[in-house]
């Protein structure tokens, strides 16, 4: 494999590890990935490391020497709460409404590295402060995947409060549209705040869509003056050559249509929307190209083209604003924050020009948080799937398991409904892994949970993996008969594959024993002591009892 360049910029790893060899495959699988590594061989190094550089993510293994991975991790949890207090304080002393708020800094994301997948030492590493875990042995492409969900989840992160950071408190009257991150609300409040601040007629927003049209999305309006909200605009009276300049920032006023240098079609367009002033600030998100982000903002489809533009004519050339943004960005015109004034002529004031830029520049940056925050949801979603699910497979996890049999037998108990367990063994797995290797060995439990999960009969069935080649079907509402044919249909499913197990005693294919507990309900809680531990024990002991009575078979118990 063709290692990636490590760019001086590329994310930081720190890697801890007591043991070398695992710190070294660990350094070249993320090299290759074009990232940067520092290395730690015990948590009081990792601590000393971070004290000097805080990492984009920390991959710490669980036992280690000197001190853990799980204390380790209590520990920096308690270094970032120490560093955010002494920002605190700092802040407290800025009493300037006008100086800008410093975003805390986001907590380093720690991947656990371990051994153990029993349910207590999850627990402990989640309750450490750990943000995901993987275990040994390492599924690359699983570690890949997560590191990179990661790296990305902080980026979005990053991205949002480096520009909460550049943001100044402005007036009261900002402070609303700042600080929403839902679009409706920021664009309402953006057009009815203008309308009441320059005391006009009509104020709106028109949001540029592919396909060479606009539409008005927003209006705030006075009567007796016509409401135009979810007009379409398709009007070649105007030159595309203005896209351009509103994409830099520029503003044009009107102070009387009838006098402005303005073609006819446009006047006529104009008096068509009783018209008789008006003020255009485009509204202008940046796109930088990084990590496939968006650096002031964008939303909307990425193929959104920029239309001919309404209201627009001879256009001034004063100063473009501030919109500054990295050598690889892009302005994009997202839209345009549009004051008619209806009832007579009007001159625009150069303070309620810079007012309503100011406005529109925050509008631009109110809906890149929006976008963020939609983006940065989509991100975390995602990484409480990858969290709950087992990477080879595609079932869920152990985990996700506990969870949710914890939660059907809550119910099962308050309803007073039936619920049955499945644990589900491959026979003789570790023989055919000596046979014909544990790559092929992964394919084989692959389809094996494949057969599992098609054999589902009800939406709240739920298939997981219990651990190394055991598996676990959850049967809410189920009775003993039910749960009995789906075990039944797992081993038809699977002998059905016919994979070659030449080591097994019991069949030339793979094939597997199922332990089946079934808990009646209602009937039976006033003599029954039986909980969610016990359901598992019923169904151990019913797939022990499998396996001693020659495997390949399917054995019920009732609680």
Same mark, same amino acid.
């Given at each position: ?15 801890v ?10 350094r ?9 590594v520092?290395?730690a061989s015990?948590?009081?190094?990792c ?6 550089r805080?990492p ?6 669980a ?9 380790c991790c209590?520990? /920096? +949890?308690?270094?970032?709460?120490? @560093? ?6 700092? $802040?407290q002393?800025?009493? %300037?409404?006008? &100086? ?5 800094r986001?907590?380093t ?12 030492s ?19 492409a ?7 969900r ?9 991205e /949002? +409060?480096?520009?909460?950071?550049? @943001? ?6 900002? $402070?609303?549209i700042?600080? %929403?991150?839902? &679009? ?6 953006t ?6 601040f320059?005391?006009t ?9 592919p396909?060479?049209?606009g ?41 009387d ?14 008096a068509?929307?009783q018209?008789?002033a ?41 100063s ?5 943004g990295?050598?690889t960005s ?29 406005l ?6 109110a809906?890149?948080?929006?976008q ?26 152990r985990?996700q ?55 589902r009969?009800q ?19 189920a ?14 499913r ?26 009646p ?29 020659g495997?390949?078979r399917?054995?019920?118990?009732i609680?």
């Open positions: 494999m063709i290692n990636t360049p490590i760019e001086k910029d590329s994310p930081l790893i720190l890697v590890d007591d043991e070398k060899s695992m710190r070294v495959l660990l070249r699988a993320m090299e290759k990935q074009g990232y940067q520092i290395e015990d948590g009081k190094e601590l000393e490391k971070c004290s000097k805080w984009d993510i920390i991959l710490l293994d036992i280690m020497p000197v001190m853990d991975g799980f204390t209590s520990e /920096l +949890q308690k270094l970032l709460t120490e @560093e955010e207090k002494a920002k605190g304080q700092q $802040e002393l800025n009493t %300037s409404f006008l &100086l800008p708020l410093s975003a805390p986001e907590r994301p720690v991947l656990m590295i371990t051994g153990l997948d029993d349910p207590e999850v627990d402990r590493a989640f309750a450490a402060g750990a943000t995901d875990y993987v275990t040994k042995p390492i599924h690359w699983v570690l890949r995947q997560r590191v990179r990661l790296l990305q989840n902080g980026q979005l992160i990053k /949002l +409060q480096q520009q909460n950071e550049q @943001e100044r408190l402005m007036a009261r009257m900002l $402070e609303r700042r600080y %929403s991150l839902n &679009l409706d609300v920021i664009l309402n409040t057009v009815a705040e203008v309308r009441q320059l005391q007629d009509r104020v709106l927003i028109y949001r540029f869509y396909e060479k049209k539409v008005m999305v927003v209006e705030s309006v006075v009567f007796p003056w016509i409401s135009v909200l979810g007009t379409t605009i398709e009007n070649y009276c105007f030159s595309e050559q203005y896209a351009e300049l509103y994409k830099h920032g520029r503003i044009h006023t009107i102070e249509i009838y006098t402005a240098d303005i073609s006819e079609c446009h006047k006529d367009f104009l068509q929307l018209v008789r008006s003020m255009i600030v485009p509204i202008v998100i940046r796109e930088q190209r990084n990590w496939g982000t968006l650096e002031m903002g964008r939303l909307g489809d990425a193929e959104n083209e920029t239309s001919p533009l309404p209201l627009a004519s001879n256009l001034p050339q004063p473009a604003p501030s919109l500054k990295s050598p892009e302005p994009k015109l997202w839209g345009l924050l549009i004051a008619h004034h209806c009832s007579q002529s009007r001159r625009w004031q150069p303070a309620e020009i810079r007012f309503v830029e100011r529109a520049a925050q509008g631009a940056i809906i890149q948080q929006s963020l925050y939609q983006r940065l949801e989509a991100a975390n979603a995602e990484l409480q799937r990858l969290a709950s699910m087992d990477g080879l497979t595609g079932l869920a996890n985990r398991f506990d969870e949710y049999l914890e939660y059907e037998w809550l119910r099962s108990l308050r309803n007073g409904g039936p619920i049955s367990l499945i644990l589900c063994d491959v026979d003789f797995f570790k023989l055919y892994n000596d046979t014909y290797g544990h790559q092929a060995g992964d394919e084989c439990l692959k389809k094996v949970a494949l057969a599992i999960n098609e054999a009969q939406p709240g069935d739920f298939a997981a993996r219990y651990g190394g080649e055991e598996f676990a079907v959850i049967l809410p509402c009775q003993k008969q039910r749960a009995l044919e789906v075990a039944e249909d797992i081993r038809r699977i002998g059905v594959l016919q994979i070659p197990h030449v080591s097994s005693k019991v069949s030339e294919f793979v094939s597997v024993s199922l332990g089946v507990a079934s808990f309900g209602k009937q039976w809680l006033s003599i029954s002591s039986v909980s969610r531990e016990g359901l598992i024990a019923a169904a151990d002991k019913a797939l022990y009892q499998a396996k001693q009575e495997r390949d399917t054995v019920v118990q609680c």
